[in-house]
């Protein structure tokens, strides 16, 4: 039996023969509790690599090394579906010399699948790996579940190297991505801290004008019709979609509805409604909290997807397609119902597309749920600073003053009025956001282009400039 472990990193990154100007690769599921990112590019540092390019599925602030690694040209290039916070207010303000490159979770993997990005080197985060390279992220002191957006990262890759803190006999045997796809083992202390993969916008929120959109929202899914056994669904990550959950429980258990799946990153209280019968399967391309994680090992109906089985418009077909509805988040949504998520009302960057544009197009029914207001400054404006997700996409908007329908979706609007529901146009919500907050100021950009961002498609949907 031939092993592929390997005594360090920088016996790895010698073997892989790493050159100037390559682009290397890393996934997310450990979210703002990863350790592999810096890890291996403090690594390349010291080889004095230049000009390296990174593709990772998302940047978060646990990865703030990775601004002084641009700043002395260890890097170059960066490509990613979301970026937080710390990073992006740095990238804003032109830090990096080339445009990031934003792509959604189904846009990276249908990407690499076509060409147009391409990975030299991929460097896998696996909680568990055997001596040949069988990778599992159930397993292990960093168990993170799910390893979804791993999967094209490895197949696609020219090279693809496993970083492990928890190194098994042969064979692993189940594993998530196998030995076929991986030419390196490397056996490390620690890969990440599972409790960073809660963080941030993973936690549902207890503020009364949150809950009391989300059971809005509950409410016009039940009235549109679309909440019947067989029911599909999926939540965004933010406190008030994830809300909605409990809200739609309620309703379903009141009815007796069974759904038949929810999808994409997957919580503990979506697990919860699946062990009660709520929902007969959980597609996860991403675990967002530890009860998942736990799940996706134990239960046979929890079931591990790629990111391109997810959500990739090049694949024959996905779990998007078959959604009936999505419920989202957004910092920004104009009078046409594009919505932003990458940057926030001062044009900075703090989130990304991730699965917001991919579901937005594949359910039958996609809804924005955000408090009118934020901080004095209002959710609607006449034009958003950047377009994540078209409007042509979106179906509705649910503020705690009233819903707004999208006037293409004349049925829907008319179902949601015989429920009840106060419905107003997207322009009334507008003038009663501007009347409680004033008139934002336009934002003053020195015309620089520091982003990129592509929709599923691979065309370029919006461009985002430096903020002074």
């Known amino acids: 039996m031939k092993s592929k472990v390997l005594e360090s990193l920088s016996e790895a990154l010698q073997l892989l023969e790493l050159k100037d100007g390559m682009t290397l690769s890393f996934h ?13 590019l403090a690594a390349a540092r010291k080889l004095g690599l230049k000009d390296l390019t990174i593709n990772a599925s998302a940047i ?65 985060a696996a909680p568990t790996a055997d001596i040949c390279g069988n990778l599992s992220g159930k397993y292990g002191q960093s168990a993170c579940g799910s390893l979804g957006y791993a999967f094209s990262d490895a197949r696609y890759a020219d090279k693809v190297v496993a970083i492990t803190d928890n190194l098994v006999p042969y064979p692993l045997a189940d594993f998530s991505i196998a030995e076929t ?6 056996a490390v202390e620690q890969i990440g801290d599972p409790s960073g993969i809660v963080s941030g916008t993973t936690r549902i929120t207890r503020d009364p004008v949150g809950l009391l959109m989300a059971d809005m929202a509950a409410a016009a ?31 379903m258990e009141r009815q007796k509805i ?29 675990c967002f909290d530890l009860d998942a994680a736990r799940s996706i090992r134990d239960n046979p109906a929890h079931r591990e997807i790629s990111a391109a089985h997810y959500a990739s418009p090049t694949a024959a077909s996905a779990v998007v397609d078959s959604l009936d509805v999505v419920i989202l988040g957004a910092t920004e949504i104009d009078t046409d119902f594009n919505v932003n998520v990458h940057t926030n009302s001062q044009g900075l960057i703090m989130g990304g597309s991730g699965g917001h544009s991919d579901t937005a197009a ?20 006449d034009r958003v600073h950047t377009i994540s997700t078209p409007g042509s996409t979106v179906d509705m908007l649910v503020t705690q003053y009233g819903v707004a329908v999208n006037p293409r979706q004349t049925e829907l609007a008319t179902r949601l009025r015989q429920a009840g529901l106060k419905i107003s146009s997207i322009d009334e919500l507008r003038q009663l956001a501007e009347k409680i907050c004033g008139t934002p100021k336009d934002l003053e950009h020195d015309g620089r282009i520091v982003a990129e961002v592509r929709y599923r498609d691979g065309d370029t949907i919006d461009l985002i400039r430096q903020v002074n």
């Open 28 to 40: 997310h599921h450990l979210r703002n509790g990863d350790y592999v990112l810096n890890m291996v």
């Open 60 to 124: 978060f602030d646990c990865h703030l090394p990775l601004l002084d690694l641009i700043r002395d040209g260890t890097v170059t290039g960066l490509e990613c579906n979301y970026c937080g916070a710390l990073v992006g207010r740095a990238l804003s303000r032109g830090l990096l010399e080339r445009p990031v490159v934003f792509r959604s979770h189904g846009g990276r993997p249908a990407d690499l699948e076509r060409g147009t990005a391409h990975i030299d080197v991929a460097f896998v």
């Open 181 to 186: 796809e991986v030419d390196y083992v490397v």
């Open 221 to 251: 899914i039940e009235a549109s019709g679309l909440l019947r056994d067989g029911f599909s669904f999926q939540t965004g990550a933010g406190g008030a979609s994830l809300a909605v959950a409990y809200a739609l429980e309620k309703i």
């Open 258 to 286: 069974q759904g038949s799946f929810a999808s994409g990153g997957i919580t503990s209280k979506l697990v919860e409604m699946h062990s009660w019968g709520y929902f007969e399967t959980l597609l996860d391309v991403q």
């Open 362 to 381: 594949g359910a039958k029914l996609a809804i924005i749920i955000a408090p009118l207001t934020r901080a004095r400054l209002p959710l609607i404006v």
